[in-house]
């Protein structure tokens, strides 16, 4: 199994920002997606996460409103789109993939992308 992150980078607060995740070697369709974001020296944090079929999705609060989950199946490939960012929105940004129907913690995760850079300045 790989999932492939990429979009990361260096932006400006209020700026936006779309993360992609594309999987290879699981059935993708079957498979709840959730993204993560961790920094140094702490835990890896929940940011969203959504359902095998799109049909629900599952914000942290402190992202709600701001950011948005979603995928495309057919191109086996989850997004995260992030507007009005934060400095305190900056980490790397970890793709996952769940057996479960909608998961928001890690452990629930059974594989993990290599991660994403995104620096927010203030």
């Known amino acids: 199994v790989q999932l492939q992150a990429s979009g990361g980078g260096l932006v400006q607060a209020g700026a936006s920002l779309r993360l992609s995740c594309a999987a290879s070697?699981?059935?993708?369709?079957?498979?709840?997606m959730g993204w993560f974001r961790q920094n140094p020296g702490k835990e890896r944090d929940f940011v969203a996460a959504i359902s095998w079929s799109g049909g629900s999705t599952y914000y942290a609060d402190s992202v709600k409103g701001r950011f948005t989950i979603s995928r495309d199946n057919p191109k086996n490939t989850v997004y995260l789109q992030m507007n009005s960012l934060k400095p305190e929105d900056t980490g790397v940004y970890y793709c996952a993939a769940s057996k479960l129907t909608l998961a928001g913690l890690a452990p629930s995760y059974d594989y993990w992308g290599q991660g994403t850079l995104v620096t927010v300045s203030s």
């Open positions: 070697g699981l059935t993708f369709g079957s498979s709840s």
